[in-house]
């Protein structure tokens, strides 16, 4: 069964850092391009970041360039974000994504999500 | 950044009728170099994650009934559920991906009247 488990969410105060992690099974995740998307509470999906299936190359949304870092080990079949200076306005549940069969730039499959909530 | 736009925000579709979303992009996402339009759609029932159900603007998703249906090009397209069933009540985004940042419509609420 194909699978992918976040976990690393938390309460972080403005100005924190934290690092989601996303554990790939079912699947032979060294071959497929994966992405971050993100939901605030009661809100719409946001893109967040991609990388590529050997870790060359990333790509990430405006609003975390600089802050964020997406990265994989492929060995370990892991997917990470790791998120630095933290602001509120990064509360959300932050769901890894597969680039799926069809294209890679389409999310198939999602995991559950974890929940970051920024506060002081 | 290409907008996605959706309409409308919700709508109320009586069971076994036809029930019709819109997705309109900010700007083209047809590629002149493959005839492909870079859109896809995705269902998200309460409280839990999206589940791809269309891209290219019109292929189904193998695990997905065929009453869901993608069409359109360039920059209009349309969802359409043909005969609306209790478990198709959820949120439906648009996405493009034609290019980054890949961009999410707003999404529409379907509910059952």
């Known amino acids: 069964e194909v699978q992918l488990v976040e976990s690393g969410g938390g309460l972080v105060q403005p100005g924190g850092s934290l690092r989601l992690s996303c554990a790939a099974s079912?699947?032979?995740?060294?071959?497929?391009?994966m992405h971050w998307v993100r939901q605030a509470p009661g809100k719409g999906l946001v893109w967040v970041s991609r990388?590529?299936?050997?870790?060359?190359?990333?790509n990430y949304a405006d609003s975390v360039k600089g802050r964020f870092t997406i990265s994989r080990d492929n060995a370990k079949n892991t997917l990470y974000l790791q998120m630095n200076s933290l602001r509120a306005e990064d509360t959300a549940v932050y769901y890894c994504?597969?680039?799926?069969?069809?294209?890679?730039?389409?999310?198939?499959?999602w995991g559950q999500g974890t929940l970051v909530t920024v506060s002081s | 950044d290409i907008v996605m736009t959706q309409s409308p925000d919700s709508l109320a579709v009586s069971l076994g009728e036809r029930a019709t979303i819109n997705c309109k992009s900010s700007?083209?996402?047809?590629?002149?170099?493959?005839?492909?339009?870079?859109l896809a759609w995705y269902q998200q029932k309460p409280g839990q994650p999206p589940k791809l159900l269309i891209y290219?603007?019109?292929t189904r998703e193998s695990v997905v009934p065929d009453r869901f249906s993608g069409s359109g090009s360039g920059t209009d397209f349309t969802l359409t559920i043909g005969s609306l069933q209790a478990e198709d009540v959820a949120v439906y985004y648009c996405?493009?991906?034609?290019?980054?940042?890949?961009?999410f419509g707003q999404g529409t609420k379907l509910e059952i009247k």
């Open positions: 994504a597969g680039g799926s069969n069809g294209d890679y730039r389409v999310f198939d499959p």
């Open positions: 079912g699947f032979t995740f060294s071959s497929y391009w």
């Open positions: 990388i590529n299936p050997d870790g060359s190359t990333t």
């Open positions: 700007q083209s996402v047809l590629s002149s170099s493959n005839n492909k339009n870079y």
């Open positions: 290219w603007a019109s």
């Open positions: 996405q493009q991906y034609y290019s980054t940042p890949y961009t």
